[in-house]
């Protein structure tokens, strides 16, 4: 028999949870400004009108870009030029991620110059991988790699190059967030970050987690998220499962969540959401009824003076309808009176 012991099992997060977290906050400019602040310059900072940061939900189209947002330069705010900002979000390596975002790029300055104002894009990568970020920021450098070295610097400068703009949630500076109240996203950054190490520790899982309290009862929409992503991945790990259940009691009973933590508000929102709904087909039908209660009565009034052979436009003034719409109920009597 060998001494060797087992291997722990790992982890495995689908990226389809990471994307769909990562939308759904950062697609939100208040929370996207945030990260931007981590990234750009201070110059840059300062030359951008980041009030005015839009999200560009139809830019792409049913490209598959994660966002990407506008904004415009402060020097220049009475015209149209703005400064597109494309967000790619990653939890691991893509060797074609160079060449995918050189597309994208590609075609947003074709969309723009269609529009008749042709506008610069700056790639940006989020990246929350379970290893540091180690690989090259350059284009030309991560795809042609060593072979670079061998291209004259003269003739480099004749070749497509660009460089990404990383926010790398390993870098202490994403860390340093952490008790930055004013940054309203710090729980999600923190979140992406750790996920691959939260089922090892519980310290960290409650540390992370108690950042959302905030939001408990004022941001339904926000908790909705979190308890979404929670819930992926924990259908991924039985450890994972097991160690939630003991943070959240504790979070609870330490009054940070309340209405027991993630889960049942989540469930407690939709729950309301839908019978908010029911309540309203109930009201709206309630109306239909009576509406369709007073035009029968309204028609029925109409059809007795008829019969009393009261004028048109006396019955017109009395209920409001109109002399043709009195006369299709005149005619349409005298066919339902007529033998079959």
Do not use: C
């Not at 030359?47 to 220049?76: C, G, I, M, N």
């Amino acid at each position: 028999m060998s001494d060797e012991k087992p291997a722990k099992p790992q982890t495995k997060i689908s990226a389809s949870h990471h994307d769909v977290f990562f939308k759904s906050f950062y697609s939100n400019p208040k929370f996207a400004v945030e990260l931007f602040r981590l990234i750009f310059s201070k110059e840059e900072l300062k030359a951008y009108d980041w009030k005015k940061l839009k999200t560009e939900k139809d830019t792409l189209q049913d490209k598959r870009a994660d966002l990407v947002f506008s904004v415009p330069l402060k020097s220049k705010p009475h015209v149209r030029f703005r400064i597109f900002i494309l967000l790619e979000h990653k939890s691991h390596y893509d060797p074609q991620l160079f060449t995918q975002l050189l597309y994208y790029q590609t075609f947003i300055h074709q969309q723009t110059v269609q529009s008749g104002r042709p506008s610069p894009v700056i790639p940006v990568l989020f990246y929350h991988g379970k290893k540091p970020w180690k690989w090259k920021v350059s284009f030309q450098e991560a795809v042609w790699a060593s072979s670079l070295s061998e291209i004259p610097v003269a003739s480099r400068k004749n070749m497509i190059n660009y460089t990404l703009k990383l926010l790398n949630t390993h870098d202490p500076k994403a860390r340093g967030v952490l008790k930055d109240k004013s940054f309203q996203s710090r729980g999600v950054l923190h979140l992406l970050g750790r996920i691959w190490s939260l089922e090892l520790s519980r310290t960290e899982l409650k540390e992370v987690l108690a950042l959302f309290g905030d939001f408990s009862g004022k941001r339904n929409d926000l908790i909705v998220s979190v308890a979404d992503y929670l819930e992926a991945v924990l259908k991924e790990s039985r450890k994972f499962r097991r160690l939630w259940e003991q943070v959240e009691k504790e979070l609870v009973e330490e009054g940070i969540f309340q209405r027991g933590g993630f889960m049942d508000i989540r469930e407690h929102i939709r729950e309301k959401g839908i019978q908010e709904g029911i309540q309203k087909g109930i009201r709206k039908g309630r109306q239909e009824g009576r509406q369709e209660g007073r035009q029968e009565g309204r028609q029925e009034v109409v059809l007795n003076m008829l019969k009393e052979k009261t004028e048109v436009s006396f019955i017109s003034k009395v209920t409001g309808l109109s002399k043709d719409e009195i006369k299709k109920l005149k005619n349409g009597s005298l066919q339902m009176s007529r033998p079959v």
